[in-house]
């Protein structure tokens, strides 16, 4: 196994700010803490550990001292807008009440005119990025969706585009019936939505990596290995993406940690290639744990940055099951603590992800705010209008300014950065903004 940086010098104990020794009151929980203190990775036996413990405060703890050490004191936001352009979908999903079949009452496309102006109007409000996805529509062809990123590129250039889950790439590489060769295919389409704008991808569609929950909760949907593919050859191009989990419905949280662990080894792989492109010797299969501040693991990377080939996962996004109005709504969904513990879970587990997102319209701005304490750094942005789940609200429109981010992140104690798509750090004047570090390659993957 090798690190990112040297192991943090910190004890378990230094970042257990409220709560003495993290691994005090569970003894189960002392080899994970000295783990942890040296930077090591978790197992999935730990990881059962960490859930099974009713000391959720000491995980909470050890979650934070990893943020710490990754993020300092700092939590980021974006300025963003969110926008499905469809909610027609071939799948049946039990726990989605976004989609509608065609015809439907509620059933709706937009037009490429409405996105065009969407775009813009987020642009003139001073979004950096356009968050995308929608159902998989069975008559729309695949060139509206490059038409879709032309215009958008066209009247807001410098809005990044973040769009298309892994289940709709996979669509496309379908209706624009791309070779037989399944992975050219994809990085075919890939290539193509790049060419016509294409920034990043979303976490969306992964739901949790098991075959038992995929044919109960999502069949007809892909499999893991289908998502993960749909990654590599997005990483592969050079595009930066993120993982979601969605849980908290009829998976068991030893499905959740085997989740984790298919998307951290995934991405061993891809650091792996990295640091082997950059002449690192890592062996294939080599764990690479990131412990080190931000300017020292694999930073931000566009398809046309030259010298800087491979993309990697940014952040794992864990999205609790929401049940309301789906045809899993008899389910009660987790809990606040479960919530946050499943958070901190992810950050101690996923050691080479480098951003943890509590996604605010999911776990609310409140729990999102707390959750900056147990291991989450980032929580998202303004978000305007999200159709795809609500919370406390029956409207779409579901805004938020970023101050009402900045004071969240501040009343946590913790200094709220401006981020674009890919982590760099905003500089803003009202609705003017730029990137205040250019995009470069990162200095090496270190280990000892
Ligand atoms: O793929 C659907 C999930 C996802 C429900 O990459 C539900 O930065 C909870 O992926 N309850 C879309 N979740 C959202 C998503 C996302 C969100 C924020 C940031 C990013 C990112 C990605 O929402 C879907 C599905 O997994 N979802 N229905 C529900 N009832």
Redesign the pocket.
Known sequence: MHTATSPARTSATSGARRHGTPAASDPNLASIARKVANGRRLSIEDGAALYATPDTWSVCALADLVRRRMHGDIAYYNVNRHLNYSNVCALS?T????YRKAGQDGAYEHSIDQIREEAAAAAAAGATEI?I?GGLHPHLPFDYYTEMLRAITAVAPRLHI?AF?AVEIVHFARISKRGRDKYEGLKAVLRDLVAAGLGSL??????VFDDRVHDRAFKGKIRAGTWLDVHRAAHELGLNT?A?M?YGHIESRAERIRHMDILRRQQDRTLGEWARDSGIGLQSGDAVVLTGPPELYPGPRLPEAGRCRRGFFQ?I?P?????DD?SLQHLPGPTGLENLRTIAVARLMLDNFPHV?A?W??QTLELAQFMLLNGADDI?GTVVWYD??KVGTTSTHQETTAWDLQRAIREAGLRPVERDTLYRPIDRDGNTWRVSTPAECPAQLRHP
């Open positions: 999903c726990f989605c009440s976004f968050h996805v973040k889950t979303p976490g969306g569609g992964a739901e993120n979601t969605l952040a996004i999205l609790p099951f929401i049940p789906s997102k996604f319209i999911m998202d795809i789940t």
